[in-house]
């Protein structure tokens, strides 16, 4: 098997052992070499025993010095093992690749005979953001268990010259579309459902043990068309996917020590919340 580069062969310890690689060395060090010169670098005591190699990349991390000092770990012996956590698995995703155009009121220059103004400065995109998102799993109706309705919240800021002064024009629209279950596609074999009554029961089958969703929203191009008809047009990539509670068991690292670790999530100023709580 080959020797990854800047790692440790130990006598005592099965192969491979990733160790803090130094900057200047361009051969990987042994412990042998260390045994005679004890004067060596004692990062390269900080070990990574991965005999498996389930776990190649994370010892790359925990053994790189610039990061273990970033990321503060403290633990100096690793070893990949078997974890048994609770998290959700993604089942199904949708993809959806979606442009959406809203059209820009006026804010200065002539008042038309219909009412309303014309914007004769130019306008600029200062800013694009999503500030909601949320879906629900269709339970009634002829797609009652075989669609899921998304709604994205788009936030757009504009400036534009008004009378020798900056005006800024805050845009918010919500962009709604459906993924219905022939758009779906199962992880990981990328299985499809076809618009028939076994694959109709397939997804149903599927959708029991659903207990989720996440999606990941890409905003792809955000522009301002600044013609006759003056307007913001977003191109979006949205990733859905529903997922179920699991137990599953992982090969993995532990950098710290004993601790006692607490998730918390950031307030409403922060975080993205459902489009029924963004409806001002």
Known sequence: MPEEKGSVVAENLEAPVFAVPQKHLETPHTNIEKEANPMADDKLRQVCNDPNENCAECCAIFTDEELREAFGYQEEVATCQCHDICVPDVKLICVEELTHETPIPGIDSVVGCRGGRNITGLLTLESCRVFCAQETLVQTGDMACLQVDNEVGIEVILSVEVNGETVF????????????????????????????????????????????????????????????????????????????????????????????????VFNALHEIQPCSNNNG
């Open 169 to 264: 024009l805050v845009i918010r629209d919500t962009i709604e579309f459906e993924c219905e279950f022939t758009e779906f596609h199962e992880f990981p074999s990328g299985d499809s459902f076809q618009d028939t009554p076994e694959d109709r029961a397939a997804f149903m089958d599927i959708i029991k043990f659903i207990d989720g969703s996440c999606k990941t929203i890409i905003i792809e191009s955000c522009e301002v068309e600044n013609t006759e008809n003056p307007r913001v047009v977003v191109e979006l990539k949205v990733i859905d996917k529903l997922w179920k509670h699991e137990n599953l068991l992982v090969s993995a690292i532990r950098p710290y020590p004993d601790n006692i670790t607490v998730k918390q």
